[in-house]
């Protein structure tokens, strides 16, 4: 079955960068792109940017550009997502979710990474 | 910029009830582009609806999609205890890429 497992809960100090991972299985890890996201505490959600795992240079949204760096480690099937500069407003949960080939919805998602920022 | 409007925030309803929640979005979006989400607290969203009306698999029948242009809905024709969550719309646009709404919180009356 498809899952996206993402790594462990995160407490950084503010202009520190956090590194989240997003590990899929489960589906051919190249036919799919992945996104990021975000939701701040009882907030909604925020798109990031897309990754293309099959190659490409990934999209980012306008408000993280030059903070968010997305990657693959194409043999473990992972994603990868990089952001810098952290300050208290970027505590959220992130999540990682799948798209099918341009369809433009998400079909599956990680079960959420808790990032902390806090001096 | 699109921007994705639900309403109400918030609806007290009892199991049983028939609900409507609705999404407009700023401009005319291709139904292409609309998708339903369920957000349950401390779990990642679930994808019911997509292309606006269109079930997820797996999806109940009893949750449908449908509108056009600005104006879309999601309903739930009979609701069940499983059924009380936040529900978000999300559309697409080249521009900005992928947003949702604020989303719609129905809770047991």
């Known amino acids: 079955q498809v899952q996206l497992v993402q790594s462990g809960a995160e407490v950084k100090k503010p202009g520190a960068s956090v590194k989240i991972s997003c590990k899929a299985s489960?589906?051919?890890?190249?036919?799919?792109?992945m996104h990021w996201l975000r939701q701040a505490p009882g907030q909604g959600l925020e798109w990031m940017g897309i990754?293309?795992?099959?190659?490409?240079?990934?999209r980012y949204a306008q408000k993280f550009q030059g903070r968010v760096t997305m990657t693959r480690d194409t043999s473990t099937s992972t994603v990868y997502m990089e952001l810098g500069g952290l300050r208290s407003e970027d505590t959220a949960v992130y999540y990682c979710?799948?798209?099918?080939?341009?369809?433009?919805?998400?079909?599956?998602w990680g079960q959420g990474t808790l990032v902390t920022v806090s001096s | 910029e699109i921007v994705l409007t639900q309403s109400p925030g918030t609806l007290s309803l009892s199991p049983g009830e028939r609900v409507t929640l609705s999404c407009r979005a700023s401009q005319s979006v291709s139904s292409s582009f609309l998708a339903w989400y369920q957000q349950k607290p401390g779990q990642a969203p679930r994808l019911l609806i997509y292309?606006?009306?269109s079930r997820a698999t797996g999806i109940p029948d009893r949750f449908s999609g449908s509108g056009s242009g600005t104006d879309f809905t999601l309903t739930i024709s009979r609701l069940e205890p499983e059924d009380f969550a936040v529900y978000y719309c999300?559309?697409?646009?080249?521009?900005?890429?992928?947003?949702f709404g604020q989303g719609t919180k129905l809770e047991i009356k």
């Open positions: 292309a606006a009306s």
């Open positions: 979710a799948r798209e099918r080939d341009s369809t433009l919805y998400f079909d599956y």
């Open positions: 999300q559309q697409y646009g080249s521009s900005q890429g992928y947003t």
């Open positions: 489960g589906y051919t890890f190249t036919a799919y792109y």
């Open positions: 990754f293309y795992p099959s190659g490409g240079s990934p």
